[in-house]
């Protein structure tokens, strides 16, 4: 851990405290323990020119694939898009904080919300048969080689869609999506991996959590 | 011979020649040699041993003849070495021999002996080259003997390495023929022959039954330690004429042994005749009625098997021997049976795809070598194998038994019996008409999908299987013929957690199919579950032991849960007060948890094996918290459990001690039938300890019991509760109160009408109720006897005695005795010496009834 000055103890305390009225799920020490390991993936973010108020894109997903094991891009992508709630392409300190509240402690509801936000990957709030067949493009791994993989990725949307599609749309809406869950916990990450897996989250609490050292 | 004795020759323990076939072989080779060693090596045959050899002889003074003197104290060769020793001496009962032509000369003198002597001689002197020519010698290496080639000696032990290579070069030719039997050929055979264990025309058997229900993976049955020594199952099998035998079959042939069925002592393994090569040989040695038969079968069976014919014939010039038509006859039917066998996987498995996870399994089991040796052999069995696969199939098809056994009965069957259950393996083709369905196409899709997908994909093919109706029988079947089963088992090998929990909801459901089960079963899918039990998922856990008390429906599932551990992780699954029990959601998901546990614990506790598991692993006090908690759901499986092992002395003094009455008296008065009639049941099965007795009546648990008698139209209740009534009455402070409660007039009621179940327990019950005076006039006065004399009518044995004792009860009552006469039908006194009979006997009364079931009992 780095040496810090008094000043900076002082600024860390003012963060912690602020942060800890703004979310959930976590105690004192335990967002200490994620602003410390925030400032130290910043210092880690080589940047050119002016350096940058929050985990870029690349950071982001660099923690995404070694700390949570994802490895799937697009979901990435769409994590850091749930994550990033301004919208503003990096991930600031509050946003962090946030995101890893739902990700390590969230409850079923901030979950779905989450997957929706993953999922709706033009972020105009509905999911559409084009995004869900995005996602599951590559997700015959075995086909015969002589048919056609898209015929059968497009039935199991047709199929997921005809499901999930409550109000018979063609979209899903965050509506149907939370009801589907709801109904079927299983449809949590219907398109992909997006949460990480409880043994992860174990063992990223296990490192990140533990009693700073005198 | 140095190298005979110690590759080729199997040894037992304590140093004996294995009565095997292998080495009866080797010893006869090695008889022929020594006989004509004289006529062709004069010389060398003369040659002195370096050290004599010496053996346990059977041989007496007087097999010695000329040549020999014979003394007191033994007998000595006339023949003497250059110092004047004998070349051979005897002193009962060991014999020693210097030269080989000695040797073969006592061989001759021993006549039909000669090859018990011969197998002695090679068992006591392993080093037996050592010992004609010197160990110095033996040590020589090869270049250097040219060298010496003058000396007798030399030659003499050249001459002998020759012998050995020869023999050893035959010897495998006879390992290429001889017969290495593997666990799917016997499992093969066991299932061709089961087809001739039917009643008329075709019968061959009475019956044939593996003595363990018990499958390795490797299909081998017989315990680890005896598959070392190769065997791989034993069979009963009875024939029509003859005693039951008790078959080894292991990998050199298949022998009776000493009796092994489901006792396993380690004498009952031992060998008791010759090795055959097959079940068919040694059944058609051993019963006259199978062989007689079993040749007209063949001829009716002719027709689909020709094509065998011609394949039999190149495997006859092979063997080039002449046999007399009716051998060839014979050979043919062994040639078809046992062809088939060797190549052919079981064609049930076959059916259901299990190959692709068992192939792997197969050719590993054959070593290589053993495919060399085969190797010669394989193509015509090979050719003959295919030819005969076709004509299975027709016998499968006639085999083909109706789909379902009754998915009710079973689940009623509460008692512990077994045998009644799911034990026959149900076989079974999809109709043709189903086929067409839209479903099965719909399911055909899902299945294709699910092979291709990845873990995103895999989750929602699932759960657009679970959309399905599957608890249609035609969707079970379609998902068990297309291979769906076997992808959905193998998802829970994978570390998918959600391919798991959606594989596992779609198997809870098709799993209450009876082919399922055991295909799951079959498929090792158990063990699996079993697998699936500790990681600490709780919906897993919830859904993997779910899946678990549907399957274990039948003995031999509840046998795999047992072996694979399963009971203690379903045990530990109703700790859920353990785990931090934080109201709310959590505790809701361990209760569910510990329901689905107490589920799986509840079917499998129907075997006695089971039982003992599940209080070993200290399920008792963990079934008593649970039975404490206010949840009715829970209730339900954990009083099932407890019910099922009070039949069981252990359990009855725990149910005591752990306070269990109370809750199980508490129950009664519950609004679901189901849980009323459980307590019911468990409470008859208590309620034969005094103690118990006592509890029940000092919870207050007697007048409930009384108004569950009003529930007549739950057969199944009432069954109980007057089992229960019947169990408490034994002691008479019980009966006072029943009393206050009306009970008598009421099992009174229920003495027409019910099924016997009922009966036997409400004439229990009167029969401990007529121990009071007051009542014994009360029954006659109900109109009791009346129906008490017309249940003798029936065959129920425990009814009839429980009557019996009954009407005895009240007939030691004068009144009654005149009462009862009115009736027309005369009393008798059916006291425990039951001989002593008064007053006369009406042709329609009792007596005469009583009387002949008595003879006929």
Redesign the interface.
């Known amino acids: 851990m780095m040496e810090m000055t008094a000043k900076s103890k002082k600024l860390l305390h003012a963060q912690v405290e602020a942060l800890l009225r703004k979310v959930e799920h976590f105690n004192k020490t335990e967002i200490e323990n994620l602003i410390l390991m925030f400032n130290t993936l910043m210092a880690e973010q080589v940047s050119r020119g002016r350096p940058a108020n929050g985990l870029k894109r690349g950071k982001f997903r660099g923690v995404l694939q070694g700390t949570f094991e994802m490895t799937n891009a697009v979901m990435m992508d769409g994590v850091f898009r749930s994550f990033d709630t301004d919208g503003d392409g990096v991930i600031i300190l509050e946003e962090w904080i946030r995101g890893l509240s739902v990700f390590l402690r969230g409850t079923l509801e901030e979950k779905i919300k989450h997957s929706f936000r993953v999922y709706d990957l033009n972020n105009d709030k509905y999911i559409s048969k084009d995004e869900i067949f995005h996602m599951l493009k590559h997700s015959f791994i075995k086909w015969p080689s002589e048919e056609d993989p898209d015929e059968g990725i497009k039935d199991v949307v047709e199929i997921t869609m005809k499901k999930m599609d409550l109000d018979h749309d063609g979209l899903l809406s965050y509506e149907d999506f939370q009801k589907s869950v709801l109904d079927e916990n299983l449809f949590l990450q219907a398109f992909g991996p997006c949460l990480p897996e409880d043994a992860t989250i174990e063992k990223f609490e296990e490192v990140v959590f533990k009693e700073p050292e005198q | 011979m140095g190298l005979i004795l110690s590759r080729a020759a199997q040894w037992t323990s304590c140093c004996k020649l294995e009565s095997a076939p292998l080495n009866e072989f080797l010893v006869t080779q090695v008889l022929n040699y020594v006989e004509n060693f004289v006529s062709r090596h004069p010389q060398e045959a003369e040659h002195l041993f370096e050290e004599p050899l010496q053996w346990t002889t059977t041989l007496k003074k007087v097999d010695f003849k000329e040549d020999y003197v014979i003394s007191a104290i033994g007998a000595k060769s006339l023949e003497k070495d250059s110092e004047g020793k004998p070349l051979l001496q005897y002193f009962p009962p060991f014999v020693s021999v210097r030269t080989i032509s000695q040797l073969s000369k006592l061989l001759q003198l021993a006549a039909d002996r000669k090859r018990q002597e011969l197998q002695a001689c090679l068992e006591e002197n392993r080093d037996l080259i050592a010992k004609i020519v010197g160990q110095r010698l033996v040590n020589t290496p090869e270049e250097n003997l040219s060298a010496l080639e003058l000396d007798i000696r030399v030659k003499l032990f050249i001459l002998l390495k020759h012998i050995d290579e020869k023999i050893l070069n035959k010897f495998v030719g006879e390992i290429a023929k001889q017969v290495k039997l593997l666990p799917a050929a016997v499992e093969e055979e066991v299932e061709f022959l089961k087809q001739y264990c039917t009643e008329g025309g075709k019968r061959l058997l009475k019956s044939l039954r593996y003595t363990s229900d018990y499958e390795f993976p490797n299909g081998c049955r017989a315990p680890p330690w005896r598959q070392l020594l190769g065997e791989i199952c034993y069979v009963v099998i009875e024939p029509c004429d003859a005693e039951a035998l008790y078959i080894t079959c292991c990998s050199a042939g298949v022998f009776l042994n000493a009796g092994l069925d489901k006792e396993e002592d380690e004498s009952l393994y031992e060998r008791q005749g010759d090795f055959y090569e097959d079940m068919a040989t040694l059944l058609k040695r051993v019963s006259p009625h199978f062989e007689k038969n079993v040749r007209k079968q063949y001829f009716v069976e002719q027709k689909p098997r020709k094509s065998i014919h011609v394949a039999h014939v190149d495997y006859e010039i092979e063997k080039a021997q002449p046999k007399t038509p009716e051998e060839r006859e014979w050979e043919k039917v062994q040639q078809a049976l046992y062809a088939r066998k060797k190549r052919e996987p079981c064609q049930r498995w076959r059916n259901l795809g299990v190959l692709s996870i068992f192939g792997s399994d197969e050719d590993l089991m054959m070593s290589a070598a053993e495919k060399k040796r085969l190797g010669s052999k394989t193509k015509v069995t090979m050719k003959v194998g295919l030819t005969a696969a076709s004509s299975i199939g027709l016998t499968a098809s006639q085999r083909r038994r109706s789909i379902v056994a009754s998915l009710s009965e079973e689940h009623c069957s509460e008692s512990s019996s077994e045998s009644e259950e799911e034990e026959e393996q149900t076989e079974r083709r999809p109709d043709t008409s189903t086929e067409l369905q839209s479903e099965y196409w719909q399911v055909q899709?899902l299945v294709?999908?699910l092979?291709?997908?990845?873990?995103?994909?895999t989750?929602?093919?699932?759960?657009?299987m679970?959309?399905l109706d599957l608890m249609k029988e035609v969707i079970q079947l379609a998902i068990l013929d297309l291979g769906g089963l076997e992808l959905l088992l193998n998802l829970l090998d994978t570390t998918d957690?959600?391919s798991k929990?959606?594989s596992l909801k779609i198997l809870a459901k098709i799993s209450q199919n009876v082919i399922i089960r055991q295909t799951i079963v079959n498929m090792r899918g158990l063990q699996r579950m079993v697998n699936n039990l500790d990681l600490?998922?709780k919906?897993l856990q919830a859904l993997a032991s779910e899946t678990i008390a549907h399957v274990a429906k039948f003995r031999r599932a509840r046998r795999t849960v047992r072996i694979h551990g399963g009971i203690r992780k379903l045990v530990k699954m109703l700790d859920c007060f353990h785990y931090s029990a934080k109201p709310g959601e959590d505790m809701e998901k361990n209760l569910e948890v510990a329901r689905c546990g107490a589920s799986a614990l509840w079917s499998l506790s129907k075997s006695s094996k089971n039982k003992e598991a599940i209080r070993k692993a200290g399920g008792i006090p963990l079934l008593g918290l649970l039975l404490r908690s206010p949840y009715e759901k829970i209730a339900i499986p954990v009083v099932g459990t407890l019910q099922e092992c009070a039949s069981q002395k252990n359990y009855r003094v725990a149910i005591q001690n752990e306070g269990m009455v109370k809750d199980l008296v508490k129950n009664l008065s519950s609004d679901n039938e189901e849980l009323q009639m459980l307590c019911a049941s468990a409470i008859f099965k208590c309620a034969e300890d005094k103690l118990t007795r006592d509890l029940v009546r000092s919870h207050h648990g007697l007048q409930p019991l009384v108004s569950l008698l009003s529930k007549a139209e739950n057969k199944q209740l009432l069954a109980a509760a007057t089992g229960a009534i019947w169990k408490c009455s034994i002691s008479m402070e019980n009966v006072a109160i029943f009393q206050e409660y009306k009970a008598l007039h009421m099992l009174i009621g229920l003495l027409t009408d019910q099924p016997e179940e009922v009966l036997v327990n409400v004439v229990g019950a009167l029969g401990q109720f007529a121990q009071i005076q007051a009542n014994k006039a009360a029954i006659c006065n109900g109109g009791g006897i009346r129906a008490l004399i017309n249940l003798l009518n029936g065959t129920n044995q425990a009814l009839l005695v429980n009557v019996a004792k009954a009407v005895g009860a009240c007939a030691t009552e004068r009144d009654n005795v005149a009462r009862s006469s009115s009736l027309s039908a005369s009393i008798c006194q059916q006291s425990s010496d039951s001989d002593n009979l008064c007053l006369d006997v009406g042709p329609h009364g009792l007596f005469p009834r009583m009387l002949s079931h008595l003879q006929r009992n």
Not at chain 2, 459 to 464: E, K, N, S
Request: aromatic letters at 4%.
């Open positions: 899709k294709k999908y092979k291709a997908a990845d873990q995103t994909a989750v929602l093919v699932l759960c657009a679970m959309d957690i959600r929990i959606g600490p998922v919906e």
